[in-house]
């Protein structure tokens, strides 16, 4: 390639403009957040927010090619990746969560429609703009004029008992029909601990006024659900009827095939984390999953490494997803070693009633002398 067609290759990106917020306070512009564009086979750029929280990035590429991805970090808050078209977006950022059962989501979207609500259900509690506070939930900001955030904190999932989470088309709640939210650009984060644990785009193939984004199950297992709907404008009916289906929804394991190479990345986990390096080898489990979303032997390597790197909430996450994921015939020897893996988190930390319920789930997949001891220490502790 010549330099004069090159000089043309470069100038034909644009410089690229994002707005980082934080994700619980309305309105709380982040300066000093590092932005970063990333994509495969190119140079990296990165920018740092200014004091009215926004960057401006020149890259070599454009933002809507392919697998281009940005990443926003800054300290004391957990990493977001988000897939691009990034322009004009405006992102937010969760602070590190300390509880171990806590839950943080988080609703971006584009300049139109105005208003999009992100809305959570369970048993006893509604929690979205009219109703921001719920049994250990609440509503941290509620946005009415593009681009968000909504977040919705679960400072305690209760155990046992189902959520769902979906995002209503406030704009246009009385026009049915409507491609706005396909069309609006709206993702959601889902976060636990210090990390981001999923990421969700709003179907574009659909028409409708309701996203129903994802339920978490009684044992803490998130679900996908993703669909886009007509709903009512007032959509309660509708996410109490999707609450209800989610009632008996229980560990489901997966039968797709993993990749060849999902499996070379999570080998390469493997030595890491022989070696002593954790975070690369986080680093490696996540990339293997993402290559194979229902890989179980990625989650539980993942596990093991959040515990020993003390991140006690994503080790928990992990080993629920291991056990949603368990197969064939040492599915009952997978979901025990994983509940009493959860329990002895639990305990480590204080928390013996949900250590006793996990330690009494092991035992129940697989009785042994080492979880029934485990349930007689958790109940002589809690008498004491």
């Not at 609450?243 to 890491?272: F, K």
């Not at 179980?296 to 490494?305: D, E, R, T």
């Amino acid at each position: 390639m010549s330099l004069s067609v090159l000089a043309l290759v470069l100038a034909a990106a644009d410089p690229i403009s994002v707005n980082v917020l934080s994700a619980v306070v309305k309105d709380q512009r982040l300066a000093g957040a590092e932005v970063t564009m990333q994509k495969n086979g190119a140079a990296s750029v990165s920018s740092v927010t200014s004091s009215s929280g926004s960057a401006t990035i020149a890259p070599t590429f454009s933002d809507k090619d392919d697998g281009v991805l940005l990443i926003v970090k800054k300290a004391g808050y957990s990493t977001l990746v988000a897939r691009c078209p990034c322009q004009g977006m405006t992102y937010a950022l969760s602070p590190v969560m300390r509880s171990l059962d806590g839950l943080r989501v988080v609703l971006s979207w584009g300049r139109s429609p105005f208003d999009l609500d992100l809305h959570t259900v369970f048993p006893g509690s509604h929690v979205f703009f009219q109703q921001k506070v719920g049994v250990a939930a609440n509503l941290d900001v509620d946005d009415t004029d593009s681009f968000g955030p909504e977040t919705i904190t679960i400072e305690k999932k209760a155990f046992g008992q189902p959520y769902v989470f979906a995002v209503h088309d406030y704009s246009n709640r009385l026009l049915s029909g409507r491609a706005s939210l396909a069309e609006s650009g709206a993702k959601v984060f889902v976060y636990i601990g210090q990390s981001l644990i999923r990421r969700y785009e709003v179907p574009t193939a659909h028409q409708g006024t309701l996203w129903t984004v994802f339920s978490i199950d009684g044992n803490g297992e998130l679900h996908d659900l993703n669909t886009v709907t007509n709903a009512a404008p007032d959509p309660a009916s509708e996410l109490l009827g999707t609450l209800q289906e989610q009632q008996s929804v229980g560990p489901q394991a997966a039968l797709v095939a993993v990749t060849e190479d999902a499996t070379t990345v999570n080998a390469a986990g493997e030595r890491a984390y022989h070696a002593g390096r954790l975070e690369d080898s986080v680093a490696l489990y996540q990339r293997a999953i993402e290559l194979s979303p229902d890989y179980g032997q990625a989650y539980s390597n993942l596990g093991l490494s959040f515990r020993k790197l003390g991140r006690t909430a994503e080790a928990l996450w992990a080993n629920r997803k291991s056990i949603a994921l368990a197969a064939g015939p040492d599915a009952k020897v997978v979901r025990a070693s994983s509940y009493y893996n959860i329990a002895r988190i639990y305990e480590a930390e204080g928390q013996f009633t949900d250590a006793l319920q996990q330690y009494e789930l092991a035992n129940k997949e697989r009785p042994m002398k080492v979880y029934e001891d485990s349930q007689r220490r958790m109940l002589a502790k809690l008498k004491n």
